[in-house]
């Protein structure tokens, strides 16, 4: 089993940023990529960016690529989030999520969710 803490939500004025974090512990030798994900209210979970650790690949979804940079400490297993230029539509609970597939962006693939934080961005 891995557990997965995340950090570092909070309420920010728009075009501001946030450094989110998540500490993984655990079985963490089975996990091959972790991700963020984040859900609106009345939307699906939707996928924002994830890390390979076996390869070091990274990729972001179209709606925050450029802003948003994903980043990791392997040995520490401790994942972030740097989130720049934050816009309204990006407020939502975001959840650290760890897989042992490789550079998957379907939540269905992750077995493993922290319990979320909380990101609003005002206008």
């Known amino acids: 089993q891995v557990t997965l803490v995340e950090s570092g939500g909070g309420l920010v004025q728009a075009g501001g940023s946030l450094r989110l974090s998540c500490a993984a512990s655990?079985?963490?030798?089975?996990?091959?990529?972790m991700g963020w994900f984040r859900q609106a209210p009345g939307k699906e979970r939707e996928f924002v960016a994830l890390?390979?650790?076996?390869?070091?690949?990274?990729a972001h979804a179209d709606s925050v690529r450029g802003r948003f940079t994903i980043s990791g400490d392997k040995a520490r297993n401790t994942m972030y989030l740097q989130m720049n230029s934050l816009k309204p539509e990006d407020t939502a609970v975001y959840y650290c999520?760890?897989?042992?597939?490789?550079?998957?962006?379907?939540?269905?693939?992750?077995?493993?969710w922290g319990q979320g934080t909380q990101v609003t961005v005002s206008s």
């Open positions: 655990g079985r963490t030798a089975i996990i091959d990529t």
């Open positions: 890390i390979s650790w076996s390869g070091g690949n990274t």
């Open positions: 999520a760890a897989s042992r597939i490789y550079l998957n962006t379907r939540a269905v693939n992750y077995d493993n």
